[in-house]
């Protein structure tokens, strides 16, 4: 498979300011990029600079949001992978292909933002079909973590932390938690969204109890609605 296959195109820019964030969630996020801003100078104090991130939680809540909006915070390029399309049937080309996009990202100091990480960093027991072939994929994946170099940037996204393994959750130096927005954020959220469009158009029925996708699809659909709504009626306003 062509190592090109195997990367997510996804080329949308998203600032900060876009992705919705609990305080304690934006202040970890603004020193990681702060000490990644003033790596060299941090580095000449010989002190660490945190380059491998676990982004948990709820699905929809923002983590893919979040990688692409680090991405560019600091200028460097992102190269998304859902390990979920990468796992091979045989578990030896499953690490080569991971091993090469490590490589490349490496290489180019890019940020590297792997989703759904419990496909391949689960805790192996007694029900894997291999139990010893998912531990060298989880070995092989330990390595690469550890040699990632400083100046590249690791994320990785996990909808159930609770099943990855402890030996790789230990690589991660920063944990952001992500969890289901309450009313008074996602009233927020939909201000926002909806102030980008007219006031004839905006008029939704808010719901809650949703995450920020699903409320972003929800909104969306409402207004394209409403958009063609006013477009059939001045259509057959000029006919009559």
Request: net charge neutral; with cysteine.
């Amino acid at each position: 498979m062509n190592l090109y296959d195997l990367i997510i195109q996804d080329k949308e820019q998203v600032t900060l300011h876009e992705v919705f964030l609990e305080e304690s969630n934006k202040e970890q996020l603004t020193q990681l990029i702060k000490e990644h801003t003033y790596i060299k100078e941090l580095q000449a104090y010989h002190l660490p600079v945190n380059n491998k991130v676990l982004l948990q939680g709820s699905s929809g809540c923002g983590k893919s949001m979040t990688a692409k909006a680090i991405a560019n915070a600091l200028g460097k390029n992102i190269i998304i992978l859902n390990l979920s399309t990468i796992v091979s049937s045989r578990i030896g080309e499953t690490s080569q292909n991971i091993k090469m996009i490590f490589d490349k990202a490496g290489r180019e100091k890019s940020v590297l933002f792997l989703d759904e990480l419990d496909q391949i960093g689960k805790s192996r027991g007694s029900d894997d079909k291999d139990v010893g072939e998912m531990r060298r994929l989880v070995n092989t994946l330990l390595q690469l973590i550890d040699y990632y170099p400083q100046d590249a940037l690791l994320l990785c996204a996990t909808n159930h932390p609770d099943i990855i393994d402890p030996a790789l959750l230990r690589r991660f130096q920063v944990k952001i938690n992500y969890k289901m927005p309450s009313k008074e954020f996602l009233d927020t959220f939909y201000d926002n969204l909806l102030s980008k469009f007219p006031e004839d158009l905006n008029s939704i029925e808010r719901r809650y109890n949703l995450s920020f996708a699903e409320a972003k699809d929800y909104t969306f659909t409402v207004i394209k609605r409403n958009l063609i709504k006013k477009l059939e009626a001045e259509i057959q306003s000029i006919k009559s």
